[in-house]
């Protein structure tokens, strides 16, 4: 695991003389989804909410684990993410909820949400993937993309889908913790040079 997860706070305890952690805090759910159609198969950007879920997968901070649904699981999903203090992604109230909403008999935008895209693009005026984020910040990367999602679907792939998505959500959970943590964000400007952006997102605020 990451040592950012630390942030998160646990505490030792002795149980029948064997020391345990108990993880305390509120509870943040870094999530993210895959589709099972594309934009130009359901006719342009305007209709996400026709995409179909394909794999959801959701990083549980106090359970301390991943919860994986796919489309027949997709009403768990929901009630998964309404146990959430706080839920965390990228881009996930424009694009996530979207795709999701049509599963559900809840307005997802009620859900304490905070959108690192949205934080993202408000600091700079302009936006920038999660992958580039990542690469500059904390020298990961994502390890395909959305197109190759899709086409894992066509083929049956879920458990390549699985893995990919699980990927996004840790990447997310990471840049966010290490926002956190250090104040900070960093990317490469067009020309080049790396530089960073500075970030006030505490989960203790956005509560």
């Known amino acids: 695991m990451s040592k950012q997860l630390g942030l998160f706070g646990e505490t030792e305890g002795r149980k ?3 020391s345990v952690k108990t993880v305390v805090g509120p509870r ?6 895959e589709t099972q159609k594309s934009a130009d198969e359901v006719g342009g950007w305007g209709n996400i909410h026709k995409m179909g879920l394909a794999v959801g997968v959701i990083w549980d ?8 649904y796919e ?4 009403r768990q999903l929901v009630d998964k993410l309404r146990t959430a203090d706080l839920a965390v992604g990228f881009n996930i109230i424009g694009f996530d909820y979207t795709v999701l909403q049509p599963y559900s008999d809840f307005d ?3 859900i304490n949400t905070f959108d690192m895209l949205v934080a993202v693009e408000k600091k700079l005026g302009f936006r920038l993937g999660l992958n580039h984020l990542a690469q500059h910040t904390l020298h990961a990367e994502k390890s ?11 083929e049956g792939k879920i458990n390549q889908i699985i893995q990919y998505c699980r990927q996004d959500v ?8 290490f926002g956190e943590e250090h104040g900070y964000i960093k990317y490469q400007s067009r020309s080049g040079n790396s530089l960073q952006f500075e970030v006030k997102w505490k989960t203790e605020s956005l509560i």
Do not use: M, P
């Open 16 to 18: 029948d003389r064997e």
């Open 28 to 33: 943040v759910q870094f999530f993210d989804l």
């Open 61 to 68: 901070s106090l359970d301390r684990e991943f919860f994986t």
């Open 71 to 74: 489309e027949k699981d997709a």
């Open 108 to 110: 997802l935008q009620e």
């Open 144 to 154: 395909a993309d959305g197109l190759v999602s899709l086409q894992w679907y066509k």
């Open 170 to 177: 840790e990447i997310t959970r990471d840049l966010y913790l």
